[in-house]
């Protein structure tokens, strides 16, 4: 089973990811966070992750400053980013903050589930 972290400031958007993963053979949603800093405490306390699926532009603290410090401090969670933004204006900045996937929020739902399958296989997820 890989446990997923989920980490949006849309309620909406958190709601409708942690609802599409419900559905996904394999994939059990662990912990959910509405910003960086309570990600930072879920993991500090114990939760283990495999994923964690970030969106990027987060109000605070985004979630490349947050990848950038999981990479660091739990170098074992594969971290899958999402945006609303293009992908060529993003992929090298989440490759640099340490995460090894990138999916646009308007990509097709069936696209989630693989790429976190992906990830935990160690596998990396970008558009090509």
């Known amino acids: 089973m890989v446990r997923v972290l989920v980490v949006d400031d849309h309620t909406a958007v958190l709601h409708a990811l942690v609802d599409m993963l419900s559905f996904s053979v394999g994939l059990e949603v662990v912990g959910t966070a509405a910003n960086a800093n309570d990600a930072v405490a879920l ?6 992750v495999d994923v964690g699926v970030l969106d990027i532009s987060m ?19 594969r971290m ?11 992929v ?4 640099r903050a340490g995460a090894h996937g990138y999916m646009n929020k308007e990509d097709a739902p069936e696209e989630l589930e693989e790429a976190i399958l992906t990830l935990a296989r160690g596998g990396n997820f970008f558009p090509d």
């Open 43 to 48: 993991l500090e306390g114990g939760t283990a």
């Open 59 to 77: 109000r605070g603290r985004g979630g490349l400053s947050l990848a950038s410090e999981i990479s660091t401090r739990w170098p074992a969670i």
């Open 80 to 90: 899958l980013m999402l945006s609303m933004h293009s992908a060529a204006d993003y």
């Open 92 to 95: 090298m900045l989440t490759r």
